[in-house]
């Protein structure tokens, strides 16, 4: 089946600047990739998602690059602010297409410092 | 659209007993997952429900089981309580059987004294 391994596990930024958080997977059948965020005493809000067929994505500070060769896939966070401040999950299917089967990293926890 | 309903937030039970958790998908959608996040284990897969017929199973003891109604409403019963079942329940919801984007309810947090 699917293995998911993320890091960093935690990662302290000043507001302003990026953040950067790598994961990678290990079938390379997977062909969908979302990123979750989840604030304390919440569920997991996704923030962005990304399929095999594309290399990019972003949605205004938010950005995901997927590198299929490689088996690895990237959330990417600029001009960070407070409020990012959360616990960010990579995620890939487990087995086919077809499935809501979703295998998560471990997370990272992201403090953005004002 | 409302988003995902899960009753209750909040539960404590002790061991031996058995718990029933609710979830309400978002209007249209019929797949429920579900899923149980420990700090130790993080998120880990429990089992998919589409049109009523459970699609997928996680590595769970049979002690962990569900069902989906003709509403797409899904349950999840947990028998004989252990400690370790302490956790945040959620459920994922989304419109049909393909890997789609999952929206997750709020979870339900059971304690296990």
């Known amino acids: 089946g699917e293995n998911v391994e993320q890091h960093p596990s935690t990662l302290s930024v000043q507001e302003g600047d990026s953040a950067v958080i790598k994961c990678t997977y290990s079938?390379?059948?997977?062909?969908?990739f979302p990123w979750y965020k989840q604030e304390l005493g919440k569920g997991p809000q996704l923030i962005i998602d990304i399929r095999s067929n594309v290399g990019e994505k972003k949605d205004q500070r938010i950005a995901v690059t997927l590198n299929k060769t490689a088996k690895h896939f990237s959330l990417h966070i600029t001009e960070t602010q407070p409020e990012d401040s959360a616990v960010y999950f990579c995620a890939a299917p487990d087995g086919s297409s077809n499935t809501g089967k979703l295998i998560f990293g471990q997370g990272t926890t992201l403090q953005v410092k004002p | 659209k409302a988003g995902v309903t899960q009753t209750p937030r909040y539960l404590i039970k002790t061991r031996g007993q058995q718990v029933t958790l609710s979830c309400s998908p978002i209007s249209g959608h019929r797949s429920v997952s579900w899923y149980q996040q420990t700090p130790g284990q993080g998120l880990q897969f429990l089992f998919e429900y589409f049109s009523e017929t459970q699609r997928n199973k996680g590595n769970f003891p049979g002690r962990f089981s569900g069902r989906q109604f003709s509403n797409s409403r899904s349950e999840m019963n947990v028998s004989t309580l252990e400690l370790g079942d302490s956790a945040l329940y959620l459920c994922?919801?989304?419109?049909?059987?393909?890997?789609?984007?999952?929206?997750f309810g709020p979870g339900t947090r059971l304690t296990v004294l």
């Open positions: 079938d390379s059948a997977s062909n969908y």
């Open positions: 994922a919801t989304k419109p049909g059987a393909s890997t789609d984007t999952q929206y």
